[in-house]
Nanobody, 124 residues
Framework: DVQLVESGGGSVQAGGSLRLTCDAS??????LGWFRQAPGKAREGVAAVYTGTSLRILAHFAEGRFTISEDNAKNTLSLQMNSLNVEDTAMYYC????????????????????WGQGTQVTVS
């Protein structure tokens, strides 16, 4: 079974950085992504990667500030977040599917089969 466990969330001041990590045990390959959900708002895609490739896709608000990376040896997915602002406050989720999701749909939550419990990021 695939299990996703996020870590690395916390509280940070505006302008600061955090690095989130997703431990993806039992996962082989396909599409991995980060999503976030703020209170009262819909879940939105942040970044995604096709495992084993150099192709990375970032949401517009993440470009220039966030970096997604994977470590195949450790079976982990990371999200380095810099220049955080209060609008980045949300619960962040790791998601996975063994499908190669076409780019137009890569931030559609319904295409992902596996989800972690989330890690809270609070920016003040």
């Amino acid at each position: 079974d695939v299990q996703l466990v996020e870590s690395g969330g916390g509280s940070v001041q505006a302008g600061g950085s955090l690095r989130l990590t997703c431990d993806a045990s039992g996962y082989t390959d396909g599409t991995l992504g980060w999503f976030r959900q703020a209170p009262g708002k819909a879940r939105e895609g942040v970044a995604a990667v096709y495992t084993g490739t150099s192709l990375r896709i970032l949401a517009h608000f993440a470009e220039g500030r966030f970096t997604i990376s994977e470590d195949n040896a450790k079976n982990t997915l990371s999200l380095q977040m810099n220049s955080l602002n209060v609008e980045d406050t949300a619960m962040y989720y790791c998601a996975a599917t063994e499908q190669l999701v076409p780019p137009p749909h890569i931030f559609r939550a319904s295409v992902y089969d596996y989800w972690g419990q989330g890690t809270q990021v609070t920016v003040s």
